[in-house]
């Protein structure tokens, strides 16, 4: 895993703990040398882990759509950024330059692009491990949600278990390597073939009509 794409809140939330978090898992994705792929914000636990990461001598790649930069929201200090046209293309060039992805807390924002992240593993379009960094219980509800799916019958066990969860950095991406490298093995996660379908998806969007405001994440 050379790449990783990281979603959360354009908000801090309630207190430090989930900025305390944002910040140490961070430093251990830089740690391994793991490139951050993130929306390319400054704010809330998006800058967090943009500065984090940079601080501890990482690569950051920044993927913001042009409406966003226009609203001085984006990080001025990345290694890299992709300014795209809407918040389609946005997510579907992330899912081109990452090789897993992890959601952080956050808002509705970050809980759609988890979402559509992990379906896109159910569909075929890519085979990119998908996980959550439990902080402070905030994914419980989530969690249980999803469990209960699985028992009304909406989610099947093996689909409920390619999401990952852990609470310690360490622990999770360790569990997204292996998933991610299980996949390579099999074929199913061969780069060339899922980055053409998702390059695929980043056609279709950038044919979409820019959205005139943000999601809140």
């Not at 969690?143 to 093996?158: H, K, M, T, Y």
Request: include cysteine; proline fraction near 4%.
């Amino acid at each position: 895993m050379k790449s990783l794409g990281v979603f959360c809140g354009s908000h801090a939330g309630r207190g430090d703990r989930y900025s305390i978090a944002a910040a140490s898992f961070a430093r251990e994705v830089a740690r391994r040398g793991i490139t951050v792929v993130y929306g390319g914000g400054r704010v809330g636990l998006m800058g967090v882990v943009a500065d984090a990461a940079l601080a501890a001598g990482g690569q950051v790649i920044g993927v913001l759509p042009r409406f966003l930069e226009a609203r001085e929201v984006g990080h001025s200090g990345l290694t890299e950024i992709h300014l795209v046209d809407s918040m389609h293309e946005r997510k579907a060039k992330m899912a081109e330059l990452a090789d897993a992805f992890v959601a952080l807390p956050g808002g509705v924002g970050t809980l759609e692009e988890l979402f559509e992240a992990w379906t896109w593993v159910l569909l075929g379009v890519h085979q990119k491990p998908c996980g959550l960094l439990s902080v402070g219980n905030y994914f419980d509800p989530l969690i249980a949600f999803l469990d209960r799916s699985v028992e009304e019958g909406f989610v099947s066990p093996a689909n409920r278990a390619q999401l990952r969860i852990a609470s310690d950095p360490a622990v999770l991406l360790a569990k997204l390597s292996s998933a991610g490298a299980a996949a390579n093995s099999s074929g199913g996660g061969a780069p060339r073939a899922s980055d053409r379908r998702i390059q695929g998806q980043v056609a279709k969007a950038s044919l979409s009509v820019t959205a005139g405001a943000g999601v809140p994440r």
